[in-house]
């Protein structure tokens, strides 16, 4: 009995340490980054459901939720816009952020209907600035107006002291990012933001709209020629022929200037390690508990 007592004293000490969950040492922002949802048919909508499910998995549990557009497929999608603001709704995140894809194009008005984000907007997190520029017309390119060109120039020029993050539906064309070749894939006249890009400072740029799997590589970049932005293409949360139910989480630590971006399956539960992006900012994030501001 005494040795039987000894093991039991023993495992109440060890199984403490074993079974807890790693948590980082110093506080972790989590943001949850994804786009082009977009359910061809309602037997497709378990996908996103998945995903939402699959949360529940995440720690730290994110703070805030980054769509890069396309959250439809459909003209007639005001049933999928009311389907998708009541399933998030079981994310139980605060902030979510928006831009229209081609997609919202397609209808527009259920798109500033059932989400209700301008057009082009910022959020301010701390020291970081993300900057949101949606598609304003439908068909492929993507097309930004001079105006909010300017309008994105300014605020990289007047925030070079914080850490910059531009979201987008499609990527620049040279971001050399998998698909961009294709016109249909690329902003018009990404020369424009390119310029800028070689003078000023940006530390990312999220993009969707490219439905190519990770596995076929290039589908993130960092680019010395632009200051060594890292651009990252982050569809894929719909399940498609070549991919699984994928989004990516972005990992900020209070008093770092080391971001982790992970590539999530919501399918096996897991992250596929091999696609870590280890992204040096280039300034240590500060919030010290903030929260999400968003300015028009």
Not at 88 to 113: F, S
Not at 135 to 160: A, C, D, M
Not at 185 to 193: A, C, L
Not at 269 to 291: A, Q, W
Request: with cysteine; charged share 20%; net charge positive.
């Amino acid at each position: 009995m005494r040795k039987y007592h000894r093991i039991v004293i023993i495992l109440l000490f060890i199984m403490p340490a074993c079974c807890k969950q790693y948590m980082p040492a110093i506080s972790t922002y989590t943001v949850w980054v994804h786009s082009d949802i977009q359910p061809v048919y309602k037997a497709d909508r378990w996908h996103y459901k998945r995903a939402i499910e699959d949360l529940k998995n995440i720690q730290p549990y994110p703070i805030m939720a980054i769509i890069a557009g396309d959250i439809v497929q459909h003209k007639n999608s005001d049933e999928d816009f009311e389907w998708f603001n009541k399933l998030r709704k079981q994310a139980h995140i605060q902030y979510w952020y928006e831009i229209a894809g081609n997609h919202e194009w397609k209808n527009i008005t259920g798109y500033q209907k059932y989400i209700g984000k301008p057009l082009k907007y910022t959020v301010s997190f701390g020291n970081i600035i993300f900057i949101f520029m949606s598609n304003e017309r439908g068909r492929p390119p993507t097309y930004l107006s001079n105006e909010t060109f300017e309008w994105w120039k300014n605020i990289v020029i007047t925030n070079q002291d914080k850490t910059i993050i531009t979201v987008t539906h499609a990527p620049l064309r040279n971001s050399k990012l998998l698909g961009t070749i294709s016109q249909k894939h690329i902003i018009i006249d990404s020369e424009r933001f390119e310029k800028v890009l070689k003078k000023y400072h940006v530390d990312i740029w999220i993009s969707g709209h490219i439905h190519m799997p990770v596995w076929l590589n290039q589908n993130s970049r960092f680019a010395p020629e632009f200051g060594n932005i890292l651009f990252i293409n982050v569809c894929g949360i719909r399940k498609d022929p070549t991919m699984n139910v994928e989004s990516r989480m972005f990992f900020f630590q209070e008093g770092s200037n080391k971001l982790l971006i992970r590539l999530r399956d919501h399918e096996s539960e897991s992250y596929k390690t091999s696609y870590d992006i280890n992204v040096k900012l280039r300034h240590p994030f500060t919030c010290n508990g903030c929260l999400p501001i968003m300015s028009e």
